[in-house]
């Protein structure tokens, strides 16, 4: 079994930036993709962003360009989510996923993921 956990949530003043990180652990898994999902209460589970395997390639929800910056795997964190440019909108639990499965368009869907972290909460206050 794959864990994903998630650390750099806080609260925030809107303007302010916050960086997010995903750790894996338990057997080796090689993901096809990563990515940052978001749930604001009330809301359905959205995408953020997203990253290939050779973090090469990232993609971003409209809602997140320009602000936010996803990275990929190095010694510790296997995903990573800049954000910058904070607003009170962006007030969400933020999930890590990853896909181990091979995948021809991108992956934006909750369902086109295996694994998730169990969040960890952005609050930016206005």
């Known amino acids: 079994q794959v864990q994903l956990v998630e650390s750099g949530g806080g609260l925030v003043q809107a303007g302010g930036s916050l960086r997010l990180s995903c750790a894996a652990s338990?057997?080796?898994?090689?993901?096809?993709?990563m990515a940052w999902f978001r749930q604001a209460p009330g809301k359905e589970r959205e995408f953020v962003a997203g990253i290939n395997r050779s973090g090469s390639t990232t993609w971003y929800a409209d809602s997140a360009k320009g602000r936010f910056t996803m990275s990929g795997e190095n010694a510790k964190t296997v995903a990573a989510l800049q954000m910058n440019s904070l607003k009170p909108e962006d007030t969400a639990v933020y999930y890590c996923?990853?896909?181990?499965?091979?995948?021809?368009?991108?992956?934006?869907?909750?369902?086109?993921?295996?694994?998730w972290g169990q969040g960890t909460q952005v609050t930016v206050s206005s």
């Open positions: 338990g057997r080796t898994f090689s993901s096809y993709a």
């Open positions: 996923a990853a896909r181990g499965r091979f995948w021809y368009v991108r992956p934006v869907s909750r369902e086109d993921y295996d694994y």
